[in-house]
């Protein structure tokens, strides 16, 4: 599958129910699992709505998203659903007319700047179900043209290729797009999805809506969330816009709330000489849904054979077993190498004893060998060392 990610041109290709060309444009077959997980959450409005959705892939390449979304989610009543098919590279109309051609539902394709369509959109008063944005590099700037038009409780599936910035390599960079402060951190894939989260959060309040995060996931490259942008705020949301401290010595972690920040207190390091590192504002509440995943998972198309990939069923079940809150994170490999043994226990184990202290716990579903929990460090050093000594 590598000639697909140069983009050969007259390169056939099949995914899910859909077989298509994919032209001389970029491609990655490795994000599929985005795709599956798009097509799910069409089905799921789809299943959930009472009138005609109007869905839009703004930036579609190829156009598989579309032509997945046309034959497999809503395969029972296409004439629900008005499709909205975009690129900005007009070369790439001859192959997205081609792939699209058989849908049974009306597609209308264009190849217009994104901010144009988007524009044009908004002042016709044509607003989106659904909006999938796969864009390069950071798509701040196109966020507020997006929330204006969606529809109210529309879904909106966004994904970044800046990983320097919102992980903290690029510290400036951050400032610039994100509007934050972004400092190194071992769950940095996370931080970078709570980062993303943070600007749409804002960006949404300005307008007066919620923001409830359905999804969210990477797998180091690319930084994907899945969100429903409710018609009004929930009670309390404000409070899931924070800040994450973390010690440069100990490696311990603080959580504020933006809404009320105060000073920070000082680190309880052995040495003394512990800093703190700040990143935020970014959202510090939950990550995933479990009642949307839950509700994915059982849909009875999953049962069809190649329906979505195993890596996808694999990422959906970490997805639903991880809230994604508590904020603080911490890998398995740090708690052995600060307690000074040989190597972590298994998180297994210990999120069960994380439990049995009285505390929440999780494996991380964002990244591999890392606990989520309110534990602190000093707990968590203590049960690990605990678990180390009962296995010798």
Do not use: K
């Not at 491609?27 to 959930?48: E, G, I």
């Not at 394709?109 to 909006?131: K, M, N, P, T």
């Not at 994100?178 to 980062?195: F, Q």
């Not at 959202?283 to 996808?312: M, V």
Request: with cysteine.
């Amino acid at each position: 599958m590598a000639d697909t990610a140069l983009g050969i041109p007259d390169h056939h290709y099949r995914e899910g129910s859909a077989s298509l060309t994919l032209g001389s444009g970029f491609f990655r077959p490795d994000s599929r699992p985005s795709r599956d997980c798009s097509v799910l959450l069409a089905r799921h409005q789809q299943q959930n709505a009472e009138g005609q959705l109007r869905w839009l892939d703004l930036m579609a390449g190829c156009g598989i998203r579309g032509l997945r979304w046309g034959l497999e989610a809503v395969p029972a009543r296409p004439e629900r659903v008005e499709l909205w098919v975009n690129d900005g590279d007009p070369d790439r109309l001859p192959c997205l007319e081609s792939n699209l051609s058989g849908l049974p539902m009306p597609v209308r394709i264009s190849s217009q700047a994104a901010e144009v369509l988007l524009a044009q959109a908004y002042l016709e008063g044509r607003f989106f179900d659904l909006i999938d944005l796969d864009a390069f590099g950071a798509p701040g700037a196109l966020i507020q043209p997006v929330l204006q038009a969606l529809r109210f409780e529309g879904l909106l599936l966004l994904a970044s290729t800046d990983g320097r910035s919102p992980t903290g390599h690029d510290r400036a960079g951050a400032v610039r797009s994100l509007g934050a402060a972004a400092r190194v951190h071992p769950a940095s894939w996370e931080l970078a999805l709570r980062h993303q989260l943070g600007l749409l959060a804002r960006q949404a309040w300005m307008l007066g809506r919620g923001l409830q995060p359905l999804l969210c996931f990477s797998e180091g490259r690319t930084f994907r969330v899945g969100v429903r942008m409710r018609r009004h705020l929930q009670p309390g949301e404000e409070h899931r816009l924070g800040l994450l401290a973390r010690c440069d010595a100990c490696g311990s972690q603080v959580v504020q709330i933006l809404r009320n920040l105060s000073g920070w207190p000082a680190c309880r390091c052995a040495s003394g000489a512990g800093r703190w590192s700040v990143s935020g504002p970014l959202w510090i509440g939950p990550l995933q849904d479990p009642q949307t995943l839950a509700a994915l998972r059982r849909d009875p198309w999953l049962r069809e054979p190649g329906a979505i990939s195993n890596q996808t069923q694999r990422l959906l079940e970490r997805l639903e077993a991880d809230p994604g809150s508590p904020a603080t994170v911490w890998p398995t490999d740090e708690l052995a190498r600060r307690v000074g043994i040989g190597g972590p226990p298994p998180l297994n184990q210990l999120v069960t004893a994380v439990r049995r202290a009285g505390f929440q716990a999780y494996p991380s579903g964002v990244m591999a060998g890392q606990l989520r929990t309110d534990a602190d460090l000093t707990v968590l050093l203590r049960l690990c060392a605990d678990l180390c000594s009962e296995g010798t």
